[in-house]
T-cell receptor
């Protein structure tokens, strides 16, 4: 079945470090891919998305490229800030299943000053 | 700034009691999703609606959970009777159509004693 696998956390970085959170997926169709972020005590917010192969989603300094050949959608940021501390979820959306989102297990990021 | 709202934000109840959670989707959105988040299971899709009609509720325990949309501005998730294993954060999300971004509410944190 369709699934998303993320690297396990927690990930702890110093401020201004480079961030990569790995995400790979398994899907029978042609999904759209998303990264959502959840700050403590809040709901999920869309961070970025890509709807087809080779698309790059970007927002707030974060980027992810839809790689069909490696079935991956890794999240990157060149210089993290303390305010980026949150849980990050990779997700895929299958159109022919009514728009269901399938989430990875989440990766907690902690950025230290 | 349009947002999904959920009430109550926190609920503590005793085993066997009925729990009703409410969600007001963003005006104009025609799709509503209910998710449950726990440390052990992560984010699970419970049910979703399009144009107020249930599309899929296969993620819900049918014997105790029910979800409805009495009108376009209100979605409800009910648990009767509640059990300690139902303790979780319940999120509502809304969107437009099958392939569009889902916008999440702040969640209802439920504790069943």
């Amino acid at each position: 079945g369709d699934s998303v696998t993320q690297m396990e956390g927690p990930v702890t970085l110093s401020e201004e470090a480079f961030l990569t959170i790995n995400c790979t997926y398994t899907a029978t169709g042609y999904p759209s891919l998303f990264w959502y972020v959840q700050y403590p005590g809040e709901g999920l917010q869309l961070l970025l998305k890509a709807t087809k192969a080779d698309d790059k989603g970007s927002n707030k300094g974060f980027e992810a490229t839809y790689r069909k050949e490696t079935t991956s959608f890794h999240l990157e940021k060149g210089s993290v800030q303390v305010s980026d501390s949150a849980v990050y979820f990779c997700a895929l959306l299958i159109y022919n299943q009514g728009g269901k989102l399938i989430f990875g297990q989440g990766t907690e990021l902690s950025v230290k000053p | 700034d349009a947002r999904v709202t959920q009430t109550p934000r926190h609920k503590v109840t005793e085993m066997g009691q009925e729990v009703t959670m409410r969600c007001q989707p963003i005006l104009g959105h025609n799709t509503v999703f209910w998710y449950r988040q726990t440390m052990m299971q992560g984010l699970e899709l419970l049910a979703y609606f399009r144009n107020r009609a249930p599309l899929d509720d296969s993620g819900m325990p049918k014997d105790r959970f029910s979800a409805e949309m009495p009108d376009a501005t209100l979605a409800t998730l009910k648990i009767q009777p509640s059990e300690p294993r139902d303790s979780a954060v319940y999120f509502c999300a809304s969107g437009w159509g099958a392939g569009e971004t889902q916008y999440f509410g702040p969640g209802t944190r439920l504790l069943v004693l």
